[in-house]
């Protein structure tokens, strides 16, 4: 009967260590994971932030080649150059 007792005092020691040790490993996990969760939180936001950077950088470049590619700036730079705007040689086509 002692051995009895004794064997399940054991078992239920070892289930308590067993039990302690998981919840620490998993306490553990969590702790990494939410790490990680934050870490890539950041990176999502600085890579939020510079894409929109870029897409003002973008549309002002736009901009710039709209203003550029004008047909008054096209005939500025062609006359500068000794180029001539003919109608003449403009066919169009039905």
Avoid: H
């Amino acid at each position: 009967m002692k051995k009895n007792k004794i064997g399940k005092l054991n078992r239920e020691k070892r289930f308590i260590v067993v039990g302690a040790f998981l919840l620490l490993f998993l306490w553990g996990i969590s702790f990494f994971m939410k790490n990680s969760l934050a870490s890539i939180n950041i990176e999502v936001e600085r890579l939020s932030r510079d894409i929109k950077e870029q897409k003002e950088v973008n549309q002002s470049l736009t901009m710039k080649i709209n203003e550029l590619a004008s047909l008054e700036n096209v005939n500025i730079v062609a006359n500068e150059i000794g180029l001539a705007y003919n109608n003449d040689n403009i066919r169009l086509v039905k």
